[in-house]
Nanobody
Framework: QVQLVESGGGLVQAGGSLRLSCAVS????????MNWFRQAPGKEREFTAA????????YYADSVKGRFTISRDNAKNTVYLQMNSLKPEDTAVYYC?????????????WGKGTLITVSS
């Protein structure tokens, strides 16, 4: 059974940092892209960041570029999202997902999400 489990969420002040982790179990997704999406209160889910299987290619939403860094450790089957210079508008539930692209309708599996709250 495939599981994606996010951790590392919580409450942080604006300007602070957090690191999210997504542990994948059940199978190895060789060749797949690992993604982070987020959904703010009252808004639609949006793409945040993605990383290729090799880690050689990364993709970011313009809103997080330069502040967030995605990485992966295939030996641990884990993907990370380092979030720096957090802003109140980063408040959202962050979801880990795996698929063949960066589009949310093409994801094969999703985690249940972890809440990030950034206070001003």
């Amino acid at each position: 059974q495939v599981q994606l489990v996010e951790s590392g969420g919580g409450l942080v002040q604006a300007g602070g940092s957090l690191r999210l982790s997504c542990a994948v179990s059940g199978r190895t997704f060789s060749g797949y892209i690992m993604n982070w999406f987020r959904q703010a209160p009252g808004k639609e889910r949006e793409f945040t960041a993605a990383i290729s299987w090799s880690g050689g290619m990364t993709y970011y939403a313009d809103s997080v570029k330069g502040r967030f860094t995605i990485s992966r450790d295939n030996a641990k089957n884990t993907v990370y999202l380092q979030m720096n210079s957090l802003k109140p508008e980063d408040t959202a539930v962050y979801y880990c997902a795996v698929g063949r692209s960066i589009y949310d309708d093409a994801m094969d599996y999703w985690g249940k999400g972890t809440l990030i709250t950034v206070s001003s």
